[in-house]
Nanobody, 122 residues
């Protein structure tokens, strides 16, 4: 079973940048998505990238500030989420996930990481 491991979370100030990463346990040719969940809120879509990295899609709330990318060159995949101009409302646990379908719905994703906390606060 594919395992996903996120890293790179932390606490930053508003306006700062942060990059979170997601490493897979084996090379997979799946769409990879980033989702986030704030306390008391439902898990929401952030971004998705297709298997070879030439198509991406973003939630309106992060468009122009976040960039998703992936590295398929090794025996494993690494998916990145570069987050710029961070705002307090970006505070959440960020999860990466893998899906065979092109989707922004969490229920379409079969494999999930454990999440990494991102806190934006002054």
């Amino acid at each position: 079973q594919v395992q996903l491991v996120e890293s790179g979370g932390g606490m930053v100030q508003p306006g700062d940048s942060l990059r979170v990463s997601c490493a897979t346990s084996e090379r997979i040719f799946s769409n990879m998505g980033w989702f986030r969940q704030a306390p008391g809120k439902e898990r929401e879509f952030v971004a998705v990238i297709n298997w070879n990295g030439d198509s991406t899609r973003y939630a309106d709330s992060v468009k122009g500030r976040f960039t998703i990318s992936r590295d398929n060159t090794n025996t494993k995949n690494v998916v990145y989420l570069q987050m710029n101009s961070l705002k307090p409302e970006d505070t959440a646990v960020y999860y990466c996930a893998a899906s065979a379908t092109w989707s922004d719905r969490p229920t379409s994703y079969a494999y999930w990481g454990q999440g990494t906390q991102v806190t934006v606060s002054s």
